[in-house]
């Protein structure tokens, strides 16, 4: 236990990476073995990350498995890892969605094949992925942020569908332009703190940045907008219906499942913690643009014939609810954050992955071809179903409780904040609901009932397969799990978010003493 | 006058061997002329070693002309080893060509090299003068050295052409200093200087003859218009010599007269740095969006990449020392990555430009398929340029962000920001042809050894250092510029 201890997540970051060396130095027609060192390392990797869950004092708000070490000394970088209640049910999932996207593609190598690149790619994504959610360094949390993007560009440029070109560079340069904005708060946070630091832990300490308010909104506003074009907030989100639609079926159930919650995760580490006065100041405005996109993410969808675009356009939807949850600066609203990240990772992950499975049987993702398909495949239909359900909030499955928590607690956001605004909010948001559930019944309506239409009569389509319920049936089992029993995550986040609002609450208690006197 | 022979031992190794290669060469048959990349690539080894045993001394001679110092040796250091992996690189690219001569175009080399050794040295106007005049020289023969190809005489007098206008201008703003300041020295420069007021319009107008010169030999704009057409027609390893070990030797001279000479007039020139910093690198790399031919990429990716060295002088300070050393730090940073990362570009493109590859960017098309290993490499390196982490080039782009933002520079590190994200779609735009475009061709590019090791070395250097950039970090920090 001592290993899990100390260098637990380590490993679970590193041990990906190790993979993809190993699956790059094996040689050419080696496909099993190839497979094997995927399945073995983010296998490891995800017992590790199990064995520190289990190790995690949960109920406790403060960072554990924390590791400090000096790695690039001339510019006060150090490799500071640790985790506390948000970003452990993250990194989980992670490690989860990865493992069983390695499972699926034990039979899913896309198109043009080279399987030794292709499982290479996504265990270096996945080294980036688990990295943002346990570094405590702000360069250290650029790196794996960045990191990301390679692997990410390759997968959607080599492997992707027929506009995957387009879709690759313009999800690399979106990205890449919003990380630049980041990178330039991070310094100015190091120049501005005394003693000048990289450390997120000591720069949230008192009195260590000591901001005139316009350059602390300033900074926060760069902060917010290199998360805010990963999240994607309502209107940096063009890139993602191209990179989602365009990506082979890993790469979007790792882009929608873990990749978009690096933003949120960033909000909630970074932004929010180290200046929580700008956060208060730029809250409404979040607000505003979340309930924009909740609104604007379902009608997109409505407006929908390619079922893996709608499915992408209902992530835009979704993370506006995580967005309206973090806005209100409360725990429950936090609290709603971190549990709609989980769910709309493994409720949208799970949608992904049907959506491929199904265009291998119909060789499209355009609706009304698939029309029928009930009758046709009813199992995988079935799963759509209740997938879809689940996504659209049903009370007892997981997509619920992130979403009726968010406009809870925007009902009473955190004290000082207008309260006109977080309430229409909540209103907006709650008629986002309604159609939420409006496109996806009628997704199911126009997918799994009507006629099958003439093409698809012709073809007998095998239902869903051994290996795919192997892939999909721990994430199924959680969407029920997290639906019947949240507080699997709720315990795990309480403190923490807690703790977290105290932080940004505490604040504004200094800065009115400070006015008093 | 004093002299150290110790202290020139590098630079008096270095003259002899390349006289040597050429006398040596005369007396050669033709068909073993080859042999003069092996004497030479022993002679800078020889030189390498020689800098290398000099490194923590601090020995001033020649009456405070030339001086060997921390700053000096690292740069030796980094002139010595790109000039080695320039040699590797031409090995190849001279076989392939075949009309080259080969003891000449070694010995160019080398002299190229001393000038840029003693420029590392240099603490007076004189001296940086002259060192310029002994890289450039050579450069112009070596940029004309295909004779039989009009692009290479071209290049050749479109370089010769720009590169005597500019220094002659140099000369004249090194001339006015002399006339304001009585000395030559830096240090006395900089002494005479401290405290007159009397001198803004003059020493405004040799400021600008002496950036013409500087910004000459580092490409930057409006002094670049050459670039993209010497580079064309010049042998690609020569481009690679022009592009990484000229522009340094530029960067270096530029420090040295500028920081140690004119620190007290930095409120004067601070405001030109900046701004041809920023038009550099937007006019580098929005003219790179356009080019279809790799080595014009490349030159382009050059200017603008010299204008991310450069805007970082546009926030120096007259007074505060620690400011300053953290320029100096993030652009000294950037140079000793920019070598390896710059390097391995022009040789991974003179490798792709051997039989079977080719010179427009359409032509890289499906690389990964034909020869994966040279396009991985190509893409670290090019991904490196554009500054994407785990390559080397990350961690230079975040140092000279820092020494921006601890400035004060903010609109300078947002125009930078900017340009990072246009700059990465035209380095994309080559990786993405490699990678994701199919070909119809599907033989691999042949690679002969010499290129290999030295693309290879190239890209671990980029790699283990975007990994652990305290290599370079460290090496930067120590040069104790002030």
């Known amino acids: 236990m001592n290993l899990v201890d100390e260098w637990g997540i380590t490993l679970a970051v590193f041990l990906p990476l190790l993979g993809a060396l190993a699956i790059a130095l094996t040689p050419k027609g080696t496909e099993g073995i190839q497979k094997l060192l995927a399945l073995g390392s983010t296998g490891a990797a995800l017992v590790i990350g199990l064995m520190v869950a289990f190790a995690f004092e949960h109920g406790e708000p403060g960072l554990q498995f924390e590791k400090n070490l000096q790695w690039i000394p001339s510019i006060d970088a150090n490799y500071h890892v640790g985790i506390d209640g948000i970003s452990l049910p993250l990194i989980v999932l992670s490690l989860l969605v990865t493992f069983l996207c390695i499972v699926y593609a034990y039979r899913h190598i896309p198109e043009p094949g080279n399987t030794k690149a292709f499982l290479a790619l996504i265990l270096l994504l996945e080294t980036g992925m688990n990295g943002s959610f346990i570094a405590l360094d702000l360069i250290l949390f650029f790196v794996f942020w960045e990191l990301v993007l390679v692997p990410m560009y390759f997968l959607i440029g080599i492997w992707g569908g027929e506009n995957r070109q387009y879709a690759a560079i313009k999800f690399f340069l979106y990205t890449l332009f919003g990380s630049v904005f980041m990178l330039l708060g991070f310094l100015a946070l190091y120049f501005q703190s005394d003693p000048h630091t990289f450390d997120m832990v000591r720069l949230q300490g008192a009195g260590v940045l000591n901001l005139p308010i316009g350059l602390a909104n300033l900074i926060f506003a760069g902060l917010a907008l290199g998360f805010a074009v990963k999240v994607p907030m309502w209107p940096f989100h063009t890139w993602l219906p191209d990179a989602h639609t365009q990506a082979p079926t890993i790469g979007s159930v790792l882009l929608a499942a873990v990749m978009l919650k690096m933003g949120t ?231 923490s978010v807690t703790r977290l609002t105290e932080t940004v609450a505490g604040e504004r208690a200094e800065v009115a003493q400070a006015a008093e006197r | 006058m004093d002299v150290n022979l110790t202290a020139l031992l590098p630079e008096i190794i270095l003259a002899v061997v390349a006289c040597g290669v050429m006398t040596i060469d005369l007396f050669l048959p033709k ?362 080039g990350w961690w230079a782009k975040l140092v000279v962000f820092q020494a921006l933002i601890e400035g004060g520079g903010l609109w300078l590190a947002i125009a930078m920001g900017i340009n990072t994200v246009v700059a990465l779609f035209f380095y994309s735009a080559v990786v993405k042809r490699m990678f994701f475009d199919r070909s119809e061709v599907t033989t691999a590019v042949t690679l002969p050894p010499v290129l290999a090791g030295a693309i290879g070395i190239a890209a671990l250097v980029v790699v283990v250092g975007g990994v652990l950039p305290d290599l370079f970090g460290r090496l930067a920090q120590n040069s104790h510029f002030f």
């Open chain 1, 265 to 495: 995760y960033g909000f909630m580490r970074i932004a929010i913690p180290i200046l929580p006065e700008p956060a208060q100041v730029f809250a409404p405005l979040i607000a505003i643009l979340a309930a924009i996109a909740i609104v604007y993410g379902a009608l997109c969808c409505l407006a929908q014939t390619n079922l893996k675009r709608m499915i992408a356009f209902s992530s835009v939807g979704h993370m506006g609810f995580v967005m309206l949850g973090i806005a209100t600066l409360t725990p429950e609203g936090f609290n709603a954050a971190v549990f709609g990240m989980v769910a709309h990772g493994v409720v949208t992950g799970m949608l992904f992955f049907l959506a491929g499975s199904i265009k291998e049987r119909y060789h499209s993702y355009e609706m009304p071809e698939l029309a029928g398909m009930g009758l046709k495949i009813p199992r995988m239909a079935g799963l759509l179903a209740f997938c879809a359900i689940a996504s659209l909030g049903l009370p007892g499955l997981a997509g619920f409780w992130g979403e009726v928590m968010a406009l809870l607690s925007s009902y009473r956001p955190l004290e000082g904040l207008n309260l006109t605004v977080f309430r229409s909010a909540m209103v907006v948001g709650g008629i986002g609901t309604v159609l939420t559930a409006g496109y996806f019944l009628w997704m199911l309506q126009r997918v799994n009932m009507g006629k099958a239409s003439e093409a698809s009569l012709k073809h007998r389509y095998a239902d869903v397969e051994r290996l795919e319920y192997a892939a999909w049936v721990p994430l199924l089992a959680l969407i029920l799990v997290l639906g019947l029993y949240p507080r699997l995550i709720m315990d795990t986040t309480t403190s």
């Open chain 2, 31 to 392: 068909e073993r002329r080859g042999a003069a990349f092996m004497f030479s690539v022993v002679g800078v080894l020889a030189t390498l070693v020689a800098v290398l045993n000099l490194y923590g001394q601090n020995i001033t001679t020649l009456g405070g002309m030339f001086v060997v110092d921390r700053f000096a040796v690292i740069f030796k250091i980094v002139f010595c080893v790109a000039a080695l992996l320039v040699f590797a690189v031409s090995h190849a690219y001279l076989k392939e060509d075949g009309e080259i001569p080969h003891g000449e175009y070694f010995t160019m080399m080398m002299f190229a090299l001393l000038g840029m050794l003693t420029i590392a040295s240099s603490r007076d106007l004189i001296a940086i003068f002259v060192s310029i005049e002994m890289i450039s020289i050579p450069s112009f023969v070596l940029a004309g050295i295909r004779k039989h190809d009009i692009r290479s005489n071209e290049a050749a007098l479109k370089f010769f052409l720009f590169g005597v206008l500019s220094t002659a201008l140099m000369l004249f703003g090194m001339s006015l200093f002399y006339g304001i300041a009585g000395a030559t020295n830096l240090a006395d420069i900089s002494e005479n200087l401290a405290g007159r007021t009397d001198i803004e319009e003059v020493s405004l107008l040799a400021i600008l003859f002496l950036i013409v010169g500087f910004g000459f030999k580092v490409s930057a704009f409006p002094f670049q218009w050459w670039v993209p057409d010497t580079y064309e027609g010049a042998p690609i390893p020569v481009a690679a010599f022009l592009s990484v070990a000229s522009k340094t030797a530029g960067f270096v001279g530029l420090f040295q007269v500028m920081f140690l000479a004119l620190g007290s007039l930095a409120g004067t020139w601070r405001p030109m740095f900046g701004i041809i910093g920023v038009v550099t690198m937007t006019f580098g790399n929005l003219v790179a969006l356009q080019q279809k031919q790799i080595v014009r990429l490349l030159a382009y990716s050059s200017i603008a990449q010299a204008g991310y060295m450069l805007v970082p002088l546009g926030v120096a300070s007259a007074t505060n020392t620690e400011l300053n050393t953290t320029i100096v730090f993030a652009v000294v940073a950037y140079l000793l990555v920019y070598a390896f990362m710059e390097t391995g570009a022009f040789a991974s493109a003179t490798a792709f430009s051997r039989r079977g590859g080719g010179y427009m960017v359409d032509d890289y098309a499906g690389m990964f398929a034909r020869s994966p290993v040279l396009a991985l490499a190509m893409s670290a390196f090019l991904l490196s340029l554009a500054g994407i982490f785990p390559f080397a």
